[in-house]
DNA sequence: GATACGTGGTC
DNA sequence: TGACCAAGTAT
């Protein structure tokens, strides 16, 4: 950093330093219950600390709650999830999105299984698959008590606010770390590193919200600049965001007279890597016509006692593009015919073992 | 640094 | 209705 950025983002610090104590007398009163999380005087579980972590990545609480608890239920320990095929894993994060984090997960979880436990230094922590420069201070600085401030949403959002900054995400990110830091100078926050990063999140989920900041009872309404120019809501400022683009295909969902659904495996990698789909046409920036699509039916559509029928169009959006999928119902007497494809058959009482994402529920439900 | 990577809820 | 938002990571 040249001398002159480094003056004035001194200044900034000067003019705002929130205190810590005011934050953690908060959250001794405010702090929220959440299954994850340990009771006042408690120590925090690693493995509970980092699922939890690994899951609210781009997800929200209220989303995470039911799919944590299942993952807890059925694999209560790191060993158990280690243990476990990772088309298990993949089928219980199903609807969760972002799949990558359910295969680094298991790849994880055998890393950590294998060495007997999680380590404790950011470091470490950062070397393990799944876990970025975030996570790894949020599981050191809940679950082990290192001093470390992890930067999320929560943190940006709040720091932005405390200093009004007008520079725009993500550019100012690198600048945001720096001033992040700088809350956790506060020998208060240092003694209390688990209390500290939490209150944080705390803060930023009730109190200092994206939408309508509650600054009336914010433990740090008195230094916080952002509240001082009257709209703490504009910060931070962000970039505008590119608009998506269309895709389209055509998806066939084909049925046995048992009821059996014909499923195959994504690549491992990639868009839903290593989920279940339907099979179907590419995903192209045009729409392709029907006539040609259904040559590309995983089974000939002709003959006598196959009948075939456009169920209608799902609309499903993405993070970087919108889909748009034709689905095809196909009835066929049985998979023979498709012994031979890329595929697989799956009775009607094991769908629920598919590790099927939600577009691809979109379809079922479309073709039901 | 920019881009790929899901989903469901809200206003 | 659509645009934004949620405890980011990997490349």
């Known amino acids: 950093m040249n001398t002159l950025a480094g003056y004035v983002l001194a200044l900034h610090i000067a003019r705002v330093t929130p205190s810590a104590s005011s934050l953690l007398d908060w959250y001794a009163r405010q702090r929220r ?37 299942r993952f807890l239920k059925r694999y209560p320990t790191v060993h158990d999830l280690a243990a476990s095929p990772l088309q298990d894993v993949l089928s219980a994060w199903a609807g969760l999105g972002y799949y990558s984090r359910a295969r680094n997960l298991h790849a994880c979880a055998t890393i950590v299984s294998a060495r007997g436990g999680f380590p404790d230094t950011v470091e470490q922590l950062q070397a393990l698959p799944g876990i970025g420069a975030y996570t790894a201070r949020a599981i050191a600085s809940i679950a082990f008590g290192v001093p470390v401030v992890p930067v999320d949403g929560n943190v940006e959002r709040i720091t932005a606010r405390l200093h009004a900054m007008t520079e725009p995400l993500p550019q100012a990110r690198r600048q945001l770390d720096k001033l992040a830091e700088h809350l956790n100078h506060d020998p208060d926050a240092r003694r209390a590193p688990s209390d ?87 995903w192209l920036d045009e729409p392709i016509s029907l006539v040609h699509a259904l040559s590309q039916a995983p089974v000939a559509l002709e003959p006598e006692g196959r009948t075939w029928k456009v169920a209608g169009q799902i609309r499903h959006v993405f993070t970087h593009f919108v889909l748009n ?44």
């Open 33 to 69: 219950i959440l299954p994850w999380r340990a009771l006042p005087g408690q120590s925090a579980d690693p493995y509970a600390v980092w699922l939890s972590e690994i899951m609210l990545q781009q997800t929200t609480v209220v989303t995470v709650m039911p799919y944590y608890e």
């Open 196 to 282: 500290f990063t939490q209150a944080l999140f705390d803060l930023g989920a009730g109190i200092c919200t994206p939408r309508r900041p509650s600054c009336l009872v914010c433990p740090w309404r008195n230094p916080c600049k952002g509240h001082e120019t009257g709209d703490p809501a504009r910060f931070p400022v962000k970039a505008p965001r590119k608009a998506k683009p269309e895709r389209h295909g055509v998806i066939f969902v084909i049925k046995s007279r048992e009821g059996a659904l014909w499923l195959r495996h994504r690549p491992e990698k990639g868009l839903l890597g290593g989920m279940t789909e339907f099979p179907g046409t590419a």
């Open 325 to 368: 999928l034709t689905v095809v119902n196909v009835a066929i007497a049985d998979f023979s015919p498709l012994h031979n494809q890329d595929g697989f058959a799956c009775p009607p009482d094991a769908l629920k073992d598919q590790a099927l994402p939600s577009v691809m529920n979109k379809c079922l439900a479309l073709a039901q």
